[in-house]
């Protein structure tokens, strides 16, 4: 069965500090992979996106995730944090015929420190 | 540029009560969702609509119902309310084919007493 996981629930960081939010996946292809984040009371905007090619994509508000064959990870990274990237931040896979069946893992509260 | 509209925001149903929510896009998109989100089990999937005239279960289909009125329009259907159904509702849509990736509405809460 596809599962999604991942392993942090709550992460806080300084502001201006680094970051990576750790997802990994079980799934018997390569599927597309996906960040979306969720501000408080808002629903979830999409991030960024891997289809296939190269393995580092870019995303929205300085975002990248980089795709690891090899250890079934997508881990979403920004050099330097804002506070306003405060928010949930799920990753997904996608699977299915068109790959339009969505999988979400149960998210990382990120919270940023002044 | 609406994208994807729920209705409503917020209800609240005593135990037993029915309601549907209304979920609407007008991107052209084939393919709709239902999800629920609740604390720590981030979403899943209760039914989806991979084109007009197909709707089909998800993980978490029990005691829900759904209608693909056309293509813009997915409605999710309670029939029987229970408490285990407090959550946070989303809707979402995709194109279906060659870029898979939803758009989503900003949910509707709902609490079930």
């Known amino acids: 069965a596809q599962s999604v996981t991942q392993p942090d629930i709550h992460i806080t960081v300084s502001e201006g500090a680094s970051l990576e939010l750790r997802c990994n996946y079980s799934?018997?292809?390569?599927?597309?992979l996906f960040w979306y984040v969720q501000s408080p009371g808002q629903g979830l905007q999409l991030l960024l996106k891997?289809?296939?090619?190269?393995?580092l994509v870019q995303g929205i508000k300085g975002f990248e995730a980089e795709f690891k064959r090899s250890q079934s990870s997508f881990n979403l990274r920004k050099p330097s944090v804002h506070w306003s990237d405060a928010a949930e931040y799920f990753c997904?896979?996608?699977?299915?015929?068109?790959?339009?069946?969505?999988?979400f893992g149960s998210g990382t509260k990120l919270n940023v420190k002044p | 540029n609406a994208g994807v509209t729920q209705t409503p925001k917020f209800q609240v149903l005593k135990t037993g009560q029915s309601m549907t929510l209304q979920c609407a896009q007008d991107?052209?998109?084939?393919?709709m969702y239902w999800y629920r989100q609740d604390p720590g089990m981030g979403l899943r999937l209760i039914y989806y609509?991979?084109?007009?005239?197909?709707?089909d279960k998800g993980e978490v289909p029990n005691g829900y119902n759904v209608s693909r009125l056309n293509k813009r329009e997915f409605s999710l259907r309670l029939e029987s309310a229970a408490p285990s159904q407090t959550s946070v509702y989303f809707c979402?849509?995709?194109?279906?084919?060659?870029?898979?990736?939803?758009?989503f509405g900003s949910g509707t809460r709902l609490t079930v007493v």
């Open positions: 991107m052209n998109h084939n393919s």
């Open positions: 979402a849509s995709s194109p279906g084919t060659t870029s898979p990736g939803y758009t």
């Open positions: 799934y018997g292809a390569t599927p597309y």
């Open positions: 997904a896979v996608g699977v299915g015929s068109n790959f339009n069946k969505f999988y």
């Open positions: 891997y289809f296939s090619g190269d393995t």
């Open positions: 609509s991979a084109s007009e005239g197909t709707t």
